[in-house]
C-alpha cells in the first residue's frame, strides 16, 4: 500500500484529518460513548493517525482501545498520540480470536477494501453477541466543486487515468450506492442496522487550506507523482485560478456522511 499522504504529520493533521475526519470521528465516539459500558473492548479498523480513537478516549477514557492499519506511517501517528494498542495489518485479515471485542469501527474505511464481504464476515467473526459494529462512509458530496476540480485534472491526464486511480483506492464507493446490497451483506453476517442515519458537515476554509488537502490526497497526490515539476506547478496555479474565479477566496464546504449502527444478533 501506497503512503496515504505526502504531508508533514502536523500539516497531515491541518489538512486532511481536521477538515476531513474530525467532525464524524466525533460523532462516532458519541455514539460508542452511549452503547459502551466501564470495560468495553473497541478495535477501530483503518485507524489512519487515530482520530476515531482520540475522540473516543476524551469521552471514554476507561475504554480499552485498539487501532488496526495497514500502513506503518499513519500507525506511527497514532503511536505519537498515546496509542500503544495498534496492529499493522491488511483487511480483511484480523488477526484477532473470535468473540473478542464489544465494538469494532470503521471512520471511511470500507470502501477502500477490495474484499469487503470478507471484511464484514471477519469483523462479525471478532465481536462478540449482542456487539456493535459501526461505520461511515461518505454520502453524495460538493458535486460543484468535485466538478470544478475533475474539469481541470483532465486537462493534465485523461479520464481513464483519474477513473483508474479512483477505482485503485475506492474500489468499492458503490457498495454504499446500493444500500439493499449492504443490508444484505450486513444480515447475511448476523448484523441487524438498528440506526442509519445521514449528517451534513459545513467547514468554511480558506481556498488555500482547501486545495492544499486535494492536492495531497488520491488524485492530487497521484498527479504529484506523474507530472513534471512544471506542469505540477502550472496544474496547481491553474486549479487555484479556477476556483477564484468560480468560488472566490473562501470555500464553504459540505459534505453528507452516512452513519451505520449494527448490532451483531445473537445466533440462536
Ligand atoms: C480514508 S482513511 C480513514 C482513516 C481514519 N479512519 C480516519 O477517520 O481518519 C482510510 C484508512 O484505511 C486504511 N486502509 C486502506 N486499505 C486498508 C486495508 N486493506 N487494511 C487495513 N487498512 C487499510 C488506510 O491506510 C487509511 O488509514
Same mark, same amino acid.
Given at each position: 500500500m501506497s503512503k496515504l499522504y505526502d504531508l508533514a504529520a502536523d500539516e497531515y493533521e491541518t489538512f486532511v484529518i481536521n477538515q476531513r475526519f474530525k467532525n464524524p470521528a466525533k460523532e462516532t465516539a458519541n455514539i460508542i460513548n452511549e452503547l459502551a459500558h466501564q470495560d468495553s473492548k473497541l478495535l477501530d479498523v483503518g485507524?489512519?493517525?487515530g482520530i476515531v480513537l482520540s475522540e473516543i478516549r476524551q469521552l471514554n477514557p476507561h475504554l480499552e482501545l485498539f487501532g488496526l492499519d495497514n500502513s506503518f506511517e499513519v500507525l506511527e501517528l497514532a503511536r505519537k498520540k498515546? !496509542?500503544?494498542?495498534?496492529i499493522k495489518s491488511s483487511l480483511p485479515n484480523l488477526p484477532f480470536l473470535d468473540n473478542s471485542f464489544d465494538f469494532v469501527t470503521a471512520n471511511f474505511v470500507l470502501s477502500h477494501i477490495d474484499q469487503y464481504e470478507k471484511t464484514i464476515q471477519e469483523i462479525s467473526r471478532i465481536i462478540v453477541p449482542n456487539g456493535y459494529f459501526v461505520f461511515t462512509s461518505w454520502g453524495s458530496g460538493q458535486k460543484e466543486y468535485n466538478k470544478l476540480f475533475y474539469n481541470k485534472v483532465i486537462d493534465f491526464i485523461s479520464p481513464e487515468e483519474h477513473d483508474r486511480i479512483i477505482k485503485q483506492h475506492l474500489?468499492?464507493?458503490e457498495l454504499f450506492e446500493d444500500n439493499n446490497s449492504l443490508t444484505n451483506i450486513l444480515s447475511k453476517n448476523n !448484523?441487524?442496522?438498528t440506526k442509519q442515519y445521514t449528517k451534513q458537515y459545513q467547514l468554511d476554509l480558506t481556498l488555500s487550506d482547501y486545495l492544499n488537502c486535494r492536492f495531497n490526497l488520491l488524485i492530487g497526490k497521484h498527479m504529484k507523482k506523474v507530472l513534471s515539476p512544471t506542469l505540477w506547478e502550472q496544474f496547481q496555479q491553474e486549479m487555484s485560478a479556477a476556483f477564484q474565479e468560480?468560488?472566490?477566496?473562501e470555500i464553504t464546504y459540505k459534505g453528507n456522511v452516512d452513519f451505520f449502527i449494527c448490532k451483531l444478533e445473537s445466533q440462536v
Open positions: 485507524t489512519g493517525s498515546g !496509542f500503544e494498542l495498534l474500489p468499492n464507493e !448484523f441487524k442496522i468560480k468560488v472566490g477566496q
